[in-house]
């Protein structure tokens, strides 16, 4: 598939997908996933059919796509090959001071000692979001062994969540932590490498989930708070919409979300309360919905 004219832009060279062919893998990720892919990324989608061709067998792009139709698990690893799941321990770290702050504050105030708390890290990617709220809450809110807090990381790809149960990150994933919290919550496995103590690791339940398919996201029931960060972006206005109604069902009322900071949920949806904070920007499903 990886045609010299696709990378390099070559003058008469073939393109490797024909627009059709490029058409129809975007539209089949597009549905399975929300995630808007069309020819402004025609390398990236090549480089990685011709892979998944190329591990598959198939001869032509024509078995290929009659493959990928036929087989879920084949679905399955070209939507893992598509996603980017670019994260890292702390980030945005002024929304865990809003949340150990205010947001849980609130939820607890209609709650009582031992009484279950429900945050959801969707998208989690690799566990860095999850485990960085399990962390933060143990270093930094008071309360946090007063309730029964469950953590539920989730997402599409299902090659980063099983990184995300084996908890073992290089220093990319871990520079934004105090040094003396990464030596006291992880221990040295290989070379640079080290892995989330077992406490930690057992304080997160991963699952899939997809946030564009309602079924599949009504099965993880209601929380408090969701964390829905660096996702939207990937989405066109109907998948963001279609998430947004998701998200808003996956609350409780007066649950809080929280989204990326380039992320806004004012523009697809009226149903959010807008809670302005010192530290962040907050989505809140009414109490009274
Ligand atoms: C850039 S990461 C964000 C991770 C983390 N929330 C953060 O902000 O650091 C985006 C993640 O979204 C996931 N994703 C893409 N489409 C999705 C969908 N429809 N449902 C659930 N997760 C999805 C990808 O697999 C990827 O791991």
Redesign the pocket.
């Known amino acids: 598939v990886s045609g010299p004219g696709t990378a390099t832009g070559q003058e008469g060279a073939e393109p490797a997908l024909s627009a059709e062919n490029l058409q129809r893998v975007c539209d089949f990720l597009y549905r ?4 808007s892919y069309g020819e402004a990324k025609r390398y990236y989608i090549e480089r990685r059919v011709a892979e998944r061709m190329q591990r598959t067998g198939s001869g032509s792009i024509a078995a290929y796509m009659a493959l990928l139709r036929g087989s879920d698990g084949e679905a399955e690893h070209l ?2 090959s598509f ?6 321990f702390y ?2 770290e002024h929304q865990l001071r809003c949340l150990s702050r205010v947001l849980l504050p609130e939820v607890v105030r209609r709650r009582g000692p031992g009484d279950l708390v429900r945050i959801w ?6 566990g ?2 999850p485990y960085s709220i399990a962390l933060w809450l143990l270093e930094n809110w008071a309360l946090v062994d007063a309730y029964h807090i469950e953590i539920v990381g ?4 299902t090659r ?1 969540l099983e990184a995300a149960m084996a908890g073992e990150y290089g220093v990319r994933a871990l520079g934004r932590l105090p040094a003396e919290l990464t030596r006291h919550y992880f221990e040295p496995v290989e070379g640079d490498r080290r892995r989330i103590i077992q406490d930690l690791r057992e304080s997160v339940r991963f699952t899939q ?5 309602a079924a599949s996201m009504a099965a993880q029931g209601r929380f408090d708070i969701v ?5 939207l972006i ?2 066109d206005d109907a ?1 963001r919409l279609a ?1 947004s109604v998701n998200l808003y069902d996956a609350l409780n009322p007066g649950g809080f979300l929280c989204l ?1 900071h380039s992320e806004s949920m004012s523009r697809i949806s009226d149903r959010f309360t807008v809670r302005r904070f010192e530290d962040a920007v907050v989505y809140q499903r009414p109490e009274a919905a």
């Open positions: 399975r996933t929300g995630m939507v893992n996603t980017v799941n670019e994260t890292y980030r945005e890290s969707l998208p989690c990617s690799t860095e979001e989730s997402d599409i790809d980063v989930a997809n946030l564009v398919d964390f829905c960060r660096n996702v990937y989405f998948s998430a990326g």
